[in-house]
């Protein structure tokens, strides 16, 4: 179903929104980050939240109700945290949409909207959770509170897929390189700023962790200078997510230090890819995230290859109950 | 200046307040995170952010006005991109409340309110700003909104800093047990939930990259099983600080899990320390950060001691520019 169309039904049901809450688990919890972020900057009366699922099931916010949007996402639609926030959020009354590319999946049966998105299908696809996440913060804040730049909002979500994927195609030689010089390393640190900061934490918890079983750590590229710095050595891995945007300053700084000692870096820079091109400085921040996860994504698929462990390979998720 | 003052006299001034930002870096923005997690989960109306200094001042929420309170911390007052969002939100009309030890700091001359903290006098001591935050947080919630257990918070403000400073004269031995067993590891995971979550996050990036420069990650203990579990193997370092409340099970799962697979484990569990034996089940939640911080401060002192690496030493901060 179209975010606009949603929000625009659940405005004719109820004109009094206080609070929007996004939750979900891993990768599905950080897909919604972008969502979280645009409405934490730029709404003046909305409340914003953003909860790991089983946090808002043990502690729920007291402002879950009829004045309520929960935002719910799981790729499959049966994470039992996920699946379980959104039966309780729609119980207590708020409106529920779900994200998910599974039809009639348990979390799409708990919600009072549901939205649909590929995945496997290209480099793109695997972006239109977030996409879809971000389009919904943006139809809540120009339906309820008016926002001056959707206009330029809407030209990026017109924009960015095919930008991703050309983005994602170009990157082949570069990411084959990456996957040499890291395929030995024994931690790899991942940190980013503005809407991309959890783009970082994903890339680090899920991509590396997950995926790879590498050991990771992952931090705001602000937070850099209080306190990880001081691991900074020469050849330390690093992984850097550069945004196009307000935030860049952060990011370069980080870089600048990165380099003076040495450390062993990989920047994944949005500028190199024409993010703000294509796209309006005015809204451009928000569109680092999906142009940034499509490109590390060739950066994790040649990690693979040369490490020879599948991205899909697991010790113990699938495979036993926890 | 007492919180409770502070926020009538704010009251006084203006009765619409809209938005409560937290502002901070390192380990004063993770000392915020129990006063905004407080307001996160029982706040209806108020909005609530939280950010390192540089997001705030490069990506500027259009909440800053005179309908907001912005919170601010750093330790020595000195803090180059909080003293900026301080004069930044007291520029745009904010409310600006600082928190410091350091009379006549940067942060306090360019704040409406500041409270002063002491800091090194004692285990306690090194709470306060932590608790003022939170105070602040409650006296917020409770003259805007009203606050159901408002009188057990008092209470629990009461007793925290007694019971943190016995917790930690207590641990000694367990503490050196600690800094025998993790004084090689390669790598040390830090997790935790609900106010806690910063905590873990600040004794990553803080006590252990930044004061013994050993490598570290850290995460929600719930968002452990949609990633991180996967790097779990026999003897893995992990701290685990467990939540006397609420979120309790999400804790006592990822242990279950820890041991099932004989990870190297450590666990700080507030329970042990007698919590919820003086403070109301109403709002125990809320102290866990206070009593964790207390009792891990002497393992990580005992590491430091084992390690023959002082918490002081560093390699960049205070000796270069960056």
């Known amino acids: 179903m179209d975010p606009k169309q949603i929000i625009k039904e659940i405005k004719e049901k109820q004109d009094n929104i206080k609070s929007v809450i996004f939750v979900g688990c891993g990768a599905s919890k950080a897909d919604l980050y972008p969502a979280k972020y645009f409405l934490d900057n730029n709404a003046k009366n909305l409340r914003v939240s953003h909860?790991?699922?089983?946090?808002?099931?043990?502690?729920?916010?007291?402002?879950?109700?009829?004045?309520?949007?929960?935002?719910?996402?799981?790729?499959?639609?049966?994470?039992?945290?996920?699946?379980?926030?959104?039966?309780?959020?729609?119980?207590?009354?708020a409106h529920v949409i779900s994200l998910t590319r599974c039809v009639n999946s348990p979390i799409a049966n708990n919600a009072d909207y549901t939205i649909y998105?590929?995945?496997?299908?290209?480099?793109?696809?695997?972006?239109?959770?977030?996409?879809?996440?971000?389009?919904?913060?943006?139809?809540?804040?120009?339906?309820?509170?008016?926002?001056?730049?959707?206009?330029?909002?809407?030209?990026?979500?017109?924009?960015?897929?095919?930008?991703?994927?050309?983005?994602?195609?170009?990157?082949?030689?570069?990411?084959?390189?990456?996957?040499?010089?890291?395929?030995?390393?024994?931690?790899?640190?991942?940190?980013?700023?503005?809407?991309?900061?959890?783009?970082?934490?994903?890339?680090?918890i899920c991509l590396m962790m997950e995926m790879q079983w590498i050991n990771s750590g992952t931090f705001h590229s602000g937070e850099f200078f209080h306190g990880p710095f001081e691991i900074v050595d020469k050849d330390v891995p690093f992984i850097l997510l550069m945004n196009d945007g307000r935030t860049r300053k952060i990011d370069s700084r980080a870089l600048t230090f990165l380099k003076r000692f040495e450390a062993k870096t990989t920047v994944i820079d949005a500028l190199d890819y024409g993010l703000s091109s294509v796209i309006s400085n005015n809204v451009v921040d928000y569109f680092n995230p999906m142009l940034i996860t499509a490109v590390f994504r060739v950066y994790a698929e040649e990690l693979s290859y040369v490490r020879q462990h599948p991205l899909t390979k697991r010790r113990y998720m699938w495979k036993l109950e926890y």
């Open 51 to 93: 909860f790991t699922a089983n946090e808002f099931n043990y502690a729920t916010p007291v402002a879950v109700d009829e004045t309520a949007i929960v935002i719910t996402a799981s790729l499959g639609g049966t994470t039992p945290e996920t699946v379980e926030a959104t039966a309780k959020a729609k119980a207590m009354g």
């Open 117 to 204: 998105h590929r995945f496997a299908e290209s480099y793109s696809a695997k972006l239109e959770k977030m996409g879809y996440a971000l389009e919904l913060a943006v139809e809540i804040l120009n339906q309820y509170e008016g926002y001056e730049y959707y206009e330029d909002m809407k030209t990026g979500f017109s924009k960015i897929y095919d930008l991703a994927d050309k983005a994602a195609k170009s990157v082949v030689s570069d990411a084959k390189k990456f996957a040499q010089e890291y395929k030995d390393a024994p931690i790899i640190y991942v940190m980013s700023s503005g809407a991309t900061h959890e783009v970082a934490y994903a890339t680090s």
